[in-house]
């Protein structure tokens, strides 16, 4: 395998991010935080979970005697629904940054408190009410059976359907990747991507949406390219790297020639029902020694950078090299502005 955000956006997340690779509304009636031995946070599923669950929420448990229970990723839609009922049964909102930062922007998080942090040990600086826990890309997989010698590495070639004949896969939940890759594919260089030519990007999308298959869940990106439903997949590095391993089932194969680059952020919602255990089980994810746990196992980039200085060779093989040109680092500001609205006008393409 070979190994941008506007402009001061992108090099203020390059800086951060290198380093550690180198080394307003009315909302309705909330129920009342009360003491608890208990906390509930959001989990993407598959093997990603499983490899939290053992390195992150149950040695957290054993520590402080908190029970952590996880539920699927809920999605902005139903975030937005508990925030206008007051009906909150989530504490942890574990999701992308472009999410969470359309999120903050609506007002559904709680101020989140720096001092729990060490701020010279994150790679990234927590905005006010989250913060950045890991960086992760997302690129073209393939069945390095199926395709030997012939297959896409970068989005212009995953979007070319003349060269690269079958069918692709593409996430269903969010336009914020999806349009950027439509752009980037369509020739447009990673620094003018931002504000985004939305009106380009569905006419490309539009050349290949009959050979699409759309992955419901993060887990089918990989899997509909293992059981041989589709061809191609824009999926995450990490998602690949669990199919080599044992018991991943069918190994993929995954190109770093081409990638957008993402963050994964935590934030706690207004009128979380365990607020305080959702502080605590939130710093304990930051430390470095529970970051470079997990990292090992997942390999992602940490936002510890003392973190990124414990990871194996072998972890370190699957992060993304975030100096190469062709890459683009996700704008969040933009999405926070934008996501809403171009959500809605997705869902309705993908109807017609």
């Keep these: 395998m070979t190994k941008n955000i506007s402009t001061g956006s992108r090099r203020s997340f390059l800086a951060g991010a290198a380093a550690l690779v180198a080394a ?3 909302l309705g009636p909330r129920r009342a935080a009360a ?26 448990t054993k520590e402080t005697g908190i029970k952590v229970t996880v539920v699927p990723y809920p999605g902005l839609d139903k975030i937005k629904a508990m ?36 701020l010279q040990d994150l790679a990234i600086q927590p905005k006010g009410d989250y913060v950045v826990f890991e960086v992760y890309s997302q690129g073209v997989a393939w069945d390095p059976a199926k395709h030997v010698d012939k297959h896409p590495a970068t989005f212009a070639d995953f979007f070319d359907l003349k060269k690269f004949p079958g069918r692709r896969c593409l996430p269903n939940a969010n ?11 369509d020739g447009v260089a990673p620094k003018d991507v931002y504000p985004l030519d939305v009106d380009r990007a569905f006419k490309v999308l539009d050349r290949i949406k009959s050979s699409v ?18 061809d191609f997949s824009a999926a995450f590095g990490n998602r690949v790297k669990a199919t080599t391993e ?32 959702a502080t605590k089980l939130i710093a304990y994810y930051l430390r470095p020694e529970v970051q470079a746990r997990l990292y090992n196992v997942v390999g992602l980039t940490p936002g510890s950078k003392k973190a990124a200085t414990m990871l194996s060779g072998e972890a370190r093989k699957w992060l993304p090299d975030l100096n190469n040109p062709a890459n683009l680092v996700i704008n969040e500001s933009y999405w926070a502005d934008n996501l809403e609205a171009i959500k809605l006008r997705f869902k309705e393409w993908l109807l017609t």
């Design 24 to 26: 307003p509304m009315v």
């Design 175 to 185: 336009p914020s990747n999806i349009l950027e890759m439509a752009l980037l594919s």
């Design 246 to 277: 044992p018991g991943g089932g069918k190994p993929l194969a995954f190109s770093f020639e081409q990638n957008t680059i993402n963050s994964d952020c935590l934030g706690i919602l207004k009128g979380a029902p365990n607020k305080e255990n």
């Design 83 to 118: 925030q206008l009922t007051g009906n909150v049964e989530i504490d942890i909102w574990l999701t992308g940054g472009s999410e969470i930062a359309s999120g903050s922007r609506q007002g559904f998080l709680e101020k989140l408190d720096h001092s729990l942090f060490d």
């Design 213 to 230: 298959v759309w992955a419901g869940t993060v887990t089918q990106v990989t899997s509909f390219v293992q059981t041989g439903e589709v």
């Design 35 to 60: 003491k608890s031995d208990s906390v509930t946070i959001v989990n993407f599923g598959g093997s990603y979970q499983e490899a939290t669950i053992k390195a992150v929420l149950d040695p957290f």
